[in-house]
Antibody
Framework: QVQLQESGPGLVRPSETLSLTCAVSGDSISSDYYWDWIRQPPGKGLEWIGSIYHHSGSSFYNPSLKSRLTISIDTSRNQFSLNLSSVSASDTAVYYC??????????????WGQGTLVTVSS | SYVLTQPPSVSVAPGKTARITCGGNNIGTKSVHWSQQKPGQAPVLVVYSDTDRPSGIPERFSGSNSGNTATLTISRVEAADEADYYCQVWDSTSDHRGVVFGGGTKLTVL
């Protein structure tokens, strides 16, 4: 069974960098899937952040976040990471990691992490 | 960028059929997926690739997609189906490629 687990600080200061890691078990981060980040501000809907695909080294980012965003893979630890710079209160959200099926099948998410709340506040 | 439009809310009596729509320009040419999210929980995939169900999802959940509208249909609605439902697609038609979510629909079981 594929499992994903997010980890990282629950509180980040404004203008600093939000860093999260998603540990994957039950599958290899090098397998033929996309690895995605999605977030959900309190009381609001889902917002896709971005995807990374190890096979091709490709990454796909939400245009509204692209200038502040980096998603990377660590194959030695079977995990992937999110770095979002220059955060503000509007980046406060529950952050989810998920395994995507890939662009050819529309990149649906069958496996999700439990989510982690990140609050941006001084 | 590509936009998916869902009604904010749908209400249905137990045992009846709920239909949740997802509108988008020529969405019938894309593969649509639906997720269910209950309060405080991560989303759960209920329909993928327009009409397929992951293992463990009841047959009461079905999907269709044609023209400018995709629809999630829940038959014989139960109280446990009360949740937020999100449609999503992979957009490769604009100048970027990525996932697009609809705004979500809150299903209320009366």
């Amino acid at each position: 069974q594929v499992q994903l687990q997010e980890s990282g600080p629950g509180l980040v200061r404004p203008s600093e960098t939000l860093s999260l890691t998603c540990a994957v078990s039950g599958d290899s981060i090098s397998s033929d899937y996309y690895w995605d980040w999605i977030r959900q501000p309190p009381g609001k809907g889902l917002e896709w952040i971005g995807s990374i695909y190890h096979h091709s080294g490709s990454s796909f980012y939400n245009p509204s976040l692209k200038s502040r965003l980096t998603i990377s893979i660590d194959t030695s630890r079977n995990q992937f990471s999110l770095n979002l710079s220059s955060v503000s209160a509007s980046d406060t959200a529950v952050y989810y990691c998920a395994r995507g099926s890939g662009a050819a099948t529309g990149n649906y998410f069958e496996y999700w992490g439990q989510g982690t709340l990140v609050t941006v506040s001084s | 960028s590509y936009v998916l439009t869902q009604p904010p809310s749908v209400s249905v009596a137990p045992g009846k059929t709920a239909r949740i729509t997802c509108g988008g320009n020529n969405i019938g040419t894309k593969s649509v997926h639906w997720s269910q999210q209950k309060p405080g929980q991560a989303p759960v995939l209920v329909v993928y690739s327009d009409t397929d169900r992951p293992s463990g999802i009841p047959e009461r959940f079905s999907g269709s997609n044609s023209g400018n509208t995709a629809t999630l249909t829940i038959s014989r609605v139960e109280a446990a189906d009360e949740a937020d439902y999100y449609c999503q697609v992979w957009d490769s038609t604009s100048d970027h490629r990525g996932v697009v979510f609809g705004g979500g629909t809150k299903l209320t079981v009366l």
